[in-house]
Structure formats: structure tokens, C-alpha cells
């Protein structure tokens, strides 16, 4: 195990991370965007950290909230994250590869399913040697219609599929989406600044959901023009980085 050290999470949370376990804004936007609708049961595929499971039970402890991870150590951070912070009831960590979750987590039983997936196709771009990064960033090891297929699993009718991805990605997931009766309901757009393409979707989908209409929100923008963060950037990361 890596040098690990406390990162806080805002509300009294914390969370342990180490150079190959961590977040980013990414994360807690997935986070933020997949907690607007509600939800008590909960899944965070491909947990990494345990990142968005702590930020949702930060807000309400009485969530039940599942974490499926592949790798052995960030289950253990995880574990260690979920002790200290005295959620071991609320926070279920499941070391299993997500494409094999029967007899794992019950099937069609959960009202939300979130995940950030490796944003690159595999094979492509240049692969990072350190095996934890490459399973995070490439495709290595699970594909969007993996996902996809693991999230339309867990969701009872109804339920909520939440995932961000690279605009450039767009096509693939909402494609992957309907193939798995995931029907795309909400998306919105993330950007850096004005004059900045998008760099970021947040996109939702409805197990068995009916087609014909998804709604578009206002683009997410990260900076307020003069270089710090916007209003509705410092409302979403609310007392992140505080202990109050």
C-alpha cells in the first residue's frame, strides 16, 4: 500500500487517498449531479476511493450506499475511510470485478446506480505502465456497455443510471444506454470557461425509461471569467476542503 494520507471531504467526512487512489472535480461533479433526484439505495461502480459513496452520505447519513471495486487496495482505503468516519453501516465495499456482480448485489433492487468510467477506448492514447492508472483511465479492464450492462442489472424499473464521461464519448453512451434499456434523460455539459469547448458530459439514464425526451440543463461552467471558481462551482463544493 502506497503513503496515504487524510483529504477532507467537507461535513466532518474525510477520506484517505494515496497517489494512485485520489479524486477530482470530476468526481465530486458526478457526485453532486447524480444526488439532485434522491434515492435511497445506492451504487457507485468502479469506486476507486470511495469518493462519491462518502460525499452522499455526507449529506444523509441514512442513505444505503454499496462501493464495487476491482482493486484489492482501494477496497482496503475504502474500508479504512468508512471505519474512521464511523459508517461502517451505511457503506458496503464489495471487492468484485463489476461484470460479475450475480450473487454479489441483489438484482433490480436499487434506485441509483453512479459511475465514472475509464474515459479512453482501449488501445488508444499513450498507456500509463502503473497498472491502478491504466484500469482507471483506459478501458482495460471494462467497457461502457460493461457498465451499462452491470447498472440496468442493479436498477429496479425506474431507477437511476448517473456517469460522466469526455464529450467525445457522447455518442458511445447513450448508444450503450439503450442497448441495456438505460433510455438518456438528463445531460449537461461541463466547461472550464466561456471560451472552452466542453470537456466534461454528466449524463443520466432511466432503466426502462420511455424514449422521446431528454432534457438539456444549462452548461456547468468551472470559472466565473476571472479565473476563480463560479457561483454555482463554490455552491457544489459547499464546505469541501472545511471541517465545519
Known amino acids: 500500500m502506497q503513503e496515504l494520507h487524510l483529504e477532507p471531504l467537507g461535513g466532518g467526512i474525510n477520506i484517505y487517498v494515496t497517489k494512485s487512489y485520489h479524486f477530482s472535480t470530476d468526481t465530486i461533479l458526478l457526485a453532486h449531479f447524480a444526488n ?3 434515492g435511497r439505495r445506492r451504487v457507485d461502480l468502479g469506486a476507486g476511493c470511495g469518493t462519491i459513496g462518502l460525499l452522499w452520505l455526507k449529506d444523509d447519513r441514512s442513505l444505503d450506499v454499496s462501493a464495487v471495486e476491482l482493486q484489492k487496495d482501494a477496497c482496503t482505503l475504502m474500508q479504512k475511510s468508512a471505519v474512521l468516519n464511523g459508517l461502517e453501516e451505511q457503506f458496503h465495499i464489495y471487492n468484485a470485478d463489476l461484470r460479475e456482480l450475480k450473487n454479489v448485489l441483489p438484482f433490480g433492487c436499487f434506485d441509483l446506480v453512479a459511475c465514472n468510467p475509464p474515459y479512453k477506448l482501449s488501445g488508444s ?11 482507471a483511465r483506459h478501458e482495460a479492464e ?7 450492462e452491470a447498472a440496468s442489472r442493479l436498477l429496479q424499473f425506474g431507477g437511476r443510471f448517473c456517469m460522466c464521461q ?7 453512451a447513450m448508444e450503450s444506454m439503450r442497448r441495456f434499456d438505460l433510455e438518456p434523460k438528463v445531460l449537461r455539459l461541463v466547461q472550464q ?23 438539456t440543463l444549462p452548461t456547468l461552467l468551472i470559472e466565473d471569467g476571472k479565473g ?4 454555482e462551482m463554490l ?9 465545519e
Open 142 to 148: 471494462c467497457t461502457l456497455d460493461d457498465v451499462c
Open 235 to 243: 455552491d457544489i463544493y459547499g464546505n469541501y476542503k472545511t471541517q
Open 228 to 231: 476563480g471558481f463560479s457561483r
Open 36 to 38: 439532485q433526484r434522491g
Open 125 to 135: 492514447g499513450i498507456l500509463n505502465p502503473e497498472d491502478k492508472k491504466l484500469l
Open 166 to 172: 469526455r464529450p467525445e464519448r457522447l455518442p458511445d
Open 193 to 215: 470557461r466561456t471560451d472552452k469547448a466542453p470537456k466534461l458530459f454528466l449524463l443520466e439514464g432511466r432503466r426502462g425509461g420511455k424514449r422521446g425526451y431528454m432534457e
